[in-house]
T-cell receptor
Framework: KAGVTQTPRYLIKTRGQQVTLSCSPI?????VSWYQQTPGQGLQFLFE???????NKGNFPGRFSGRQFSNSRSEMNVSTLELGDSALYLC?????????????FGPGTRLTVL | DQQVKQNSPSLSVQEGRISILNCDYT??????FLWYKKYPAEGPTFLIS?????DKNEDGRFTVFLNKSAKHLSLHIVPSQPGDSAVYFC????????????FGTGTRLLVSP
């Protein structure tokens, strides 16, 4: 079974631009979560989608948004990029969204904002 | 407010010895805990989990201990191998409903030959 895939793997943008990242979950998984990892901050939760609905949201500004499609694929969008948005963005999927379901992570998208 | 804390940013251990990684949490609603391992340029990989009804869970070289009264958990790796060198994250969630995972900031483990 294929794992979680994320595209693109690397991205360079300039301040003020917007970016869209994509995540394809493990086949059969209906929940997709997004995390931001920066040095010293660990993994900070952005949001979780389940059956095309946002179910949980972290403490990030409205510039960060996401959506989930009927095939469970998810996209994350960041508008008006700032230098501080440079980070590794990780996507994780789990089966049905139960808290005890193991989350499986993709390799991440490394975003650099210049 | 950091609800899950890993106070040691790094740990160095010799091959064959025991590695002990620690994690503290503050939210008494947390009742499910996980450990993930992360190599550079890769996503975290699930290692082992434990629910609050247990105080120990073992999987091969990895054992997780949970002390609910102290709100503390630890991951023991015995024996440590150079391939275990990575960043280890603990995470916690409350099982009621569809709760998000809250991660610690990670501990970098270096196992030297």
């Amino acid at each position: 079974k294929a794992g979680v895939t994320q595209t693109p793997r690397y991205l360079i943008k300039t301040r003020g631009q917007q970016v869209t990242l994509s995540c394809s979950p493990i086949s059969g998984h209906r929940s997709v979560s997004w995390y931001q990892q920066t040095p010293g901050q660990g993994l900070q939760f952005l949001f979780e989608y389940f059956s095309e609905t946002q179910r949980n949201k972290g403490n990030f500004p409205g510039r960060f948004s996401g959506r989930q499609f009927s095939n469970s694929r998810s996209e994350m969008n960041v508008s008006t990029l700032e230098l501080g948005d440079s980070a590794l963005y990780l996507c994780a999927s789990r089966l049905a969204g139960e808290s005890t379901d193991t989350q499986y992570f993709g390799p991440g998208t490394r975003l650099t904002v210049l | 407010d950091q609800q899950v804390k890993q106070n040691s940013p790094s740990l160095s251990v010799q091959e064959g010895r025991i590695s002990i990684l620690n994690c503290d949490y503050t939210n008494s609603m947390f009742d499910y805990f996980l450990w993930y391992k992360k190599y550079p340029a890769e996503g975290p990989t699930f290692l082992i989990s434990i629910s609050s009804i247990k105080d120990k869970n073992e999987d091969g070289r990895f054992t997780v201990f949970l002390n609910k009264s102290a709100k503390h958990l630890s991951l023991h790796i015995v024996p440590s191998q150079p391939g275990d060198s990575a960043v280890y994250f603990c995470a916690a969630s409350a099982r009621a409903g569809f709760q998000k995972l809250v991660f610690g900031t990670g501990t970098r483990l270096l196992v030297s030959p």
